[in-house]
């Protein structure tokens, strides 16, 4: 049995123990049919990942591997919005006709911010300069108020502090924009990574860990799903910042099982569970956004049947 198995399995029993049923309230969500999506669902949930000890991928069924990373590198790596741009159909239900999922995820990550704690020794340090060899800006010269600095996405700003300053408290990057959010079809769920660099007690070596915070995970559909995603983000950046991955910390404000997942859920949890699968980075990659799907490798995973038409709330 993997970690991810035990965690999942210890998280669903408690939620269908102890769980609060929110049946008869107001709520948002609904099936297809306009019925309400009732859940019952535990707050503040944490669980710990030791990605130096396996890989997270829950065994009780298939993660489906590179539809998974797709919408990772889809937010992260492409900073788009749009599910024309993504290959698996996750998205469908919240785009507009011209495919935009508003001004969420991907549209947040390409946002550029003023930082005055940038300088051009240090991005020659961290980048070899301003732009990187595939074209992508990762810092423009600004000014504002008087004040001479950068402009940079957050997650730019992130691998030039874990390349520069690697043990600063403020490395984050977030998705959550109160200001923009009634131009999201959807408010982001996993919004927000913290990231902490410590040292191997063994060789010394720069270990990368991270938190994952997230407002609402629907536990059947995407429990272990970013798990997985987030799990490799940490090894990409800790791959080009030459460090080792370490822990992913996943907070989740409201784990919730749907009405209609409880049966699939309980048949779930009970089935056999396997050795951790293997992952690595294939490729000497040294830029964030040079990776691709095929860098990225899953090996030696056993897994039970899959689960089929899911009922996706909206």
Not at 195 to 200: A, G, L, P, Q, S
Not at 215 to 238: C, E, F, K, P, T
Not at 244 to 262: C, F, Q, S, T, W
């Amino acid at each position: 049995m993997s970690q991810a198995d035990k965690i999942f399995k210890k998280m669903c029993e408690d939620i269908l123990s102890h769980g609060t049923d929110n049946k008869g309230e107001e709520i948002r969500p609904h099936w297809e049919d306009g019925t309400p999506a009732y859940t019952l669902a535990c707050f503040g949930v944490v669980n710990r990942y030791d990605l130096g000890s396996e890989f997270p991928a829950l065994t009780f069924r298939k993660v489906a591997f590179k539809t998974c990373i797709d919408e990772l590198l889809w937010i992260w790596q492409k900073q788009s919005n749009n599910i024309h741009d993504l290959k698996g159909h996750i998205w469908d239900s919240w785009a507009d006709e011209s495919g935009s999922i508003g001004k969420a995820y991907g549209y947040q990550q390409a946002k550029k911010h003023f930082y005055t704690d940038v300088s051009p020794d240090g991005l020659t340090a961290a980048f070899g300069g301003c732009i990187a060899a595939n074209g992508h800006v990762y810092a423009e010269k600004a000014s504002r108020n008087g004040r001479d600095g950068f402009m940079m996405t957050q997650l730019d700003k992130a691998i030039y502090d874990l390349k520069i300053t690697p043990f600063s408290r403020r490395i984050i990057v977030s998705m959550w924009n109160p200001e923009e959010q009634y131009e999201m079809h959807l408010a982001p769920c996993a919004y927000e990574m913290t990231f902490m660099v410590t040292r191997d007690e063994g060789d010394g070596a720069l270990v990368l860990n991270g938190i994952l915070n997230q407002r609402s995970n629907d536990l059947l559909a995407a429990g272990n799903w970013n798990v997985v995603q987030y799990s490799v983000l940490i090894y990409m950046l800790a791959h080009i910042c030459g460090m080792k991955p370490g822990e992913l910390v996943h907070m989740i404000g409201n784990a919730h099982i749907y009405d209609r997942h409880l049966d699939i859920v309980r048949e779930l949890i009970e089935r056999p569970q396997y050795p951790a699968p293997q992952f690595r980075i294939i490729n000497d990659v040294k830029d964030f956004y040079d990776f691709t799907i095929e860098d990225l490798s899953l090996t030696d995973y056993q897994y039970g049947p899959q689960v089929k038409d899911i009922p996706v709330a909206i």
